[in-house]
């Protein structure tokens, strides 16, 4: 596993955190909005919402119709508008409007999950207390055969078990890098795939490590 890692790391060396932001609040702010978002979508409107509220209590003293407009193109804009209001006030009370680097405090915000919590751990600090899984992640541990289980808790924790701690925030980045730009859901770029050769799922992996199709009215 180790082996086949340090060649995909060699093919994205740039392999990073694609939300942009300027500080770890930004960041928690972007990896909040992100859910159910694409990180481009995210993109496009956190320079006007960092610009207006850039830090804790700026955005703590926002109204609640003024976030909505300002992240009204992504989804779950409602719920996630009240949740950076709340999420601001409340690291103001707790941590004096610095995000904690404990992941206990953090996921106990609102609309911070473990998830979350452990991307903002590990690009800011390089301090996970897990490896992130996402979508792409999921996907891959399933083609490459790290992980045989479907569940993200569960692949995590195999995840954890393949590498050391300083290699989980590293490890994130550089599956989602892959599963973006070669190893995609739907059509596995396997022909140009630096690990295609020891990879199990190599030109049969279409099946492997998808969402199943939803089946109207199941
Ligand atoms: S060989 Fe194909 S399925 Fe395996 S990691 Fe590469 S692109 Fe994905």
């Known amino acids: 596993m180790r082996a086949t890692f340090a060649r995909l790391q060699a093919a994205y060396p740039d392999a990073h955190c694609e939300l942009d932001h300027g500080s770890p609040f930004q960041l928690l702010v972007a990896t909040i909005l992100s859910a159910q978002s694409t990180d481009v979508g995210v993109n496009k409107v956190t320079p006007a919402l960092f ?3 850039p830090d804790a209590p700026s955005l703590a003293a926002a109204t609640l119709p003024e976030v909505e407009r300002a992240i009204g193109s ?4 409602r719920q996630k508008a009240k949740r950076l209001v709340e999420m601001s006030r409340l690291l103001i009370e707790r941590h004096g409007g610095e995000v904690p680097r404990r992941l206990e405090e953090l996921v106990a915000l609102p609309g911070v999950g473990r998830k979350t919590a452990n991307v903002v751990l590990g690009v800011c600090w390089n301090a996970p207390e897990g490896v992130v899984v996402d979508t792409h992640v999921q996907r891959l541990a399933q083609r490459l055969g790290w992980s045989t289980h479907d569940e993200p808790i569960a692949i995590e924790q195999d ?13 994130s980045h550089v599956l989602i890098f892959h599963g973006r730009r070669t190893c995609g859901a739907r059509k596995p770029a396997c022909e140009r795939c630096p690990v295609s050769d020891v990879c199990p799922s190599a030109f049969e992996a ?13």
């Open 159 to 171: 995840l954890m078990k393949l590498l050391p701690r300083e290699a989980w925030d590293t490890l």
């Open 74 to 77: 992504l989804g779950m804009f």
């Open 206 to 218: 279409e099946r492997v490590g998808r969402k199943p199709t939803r089946v109207r009215g199941a």
């Open 51 to 53: 610009a207006r509220w």
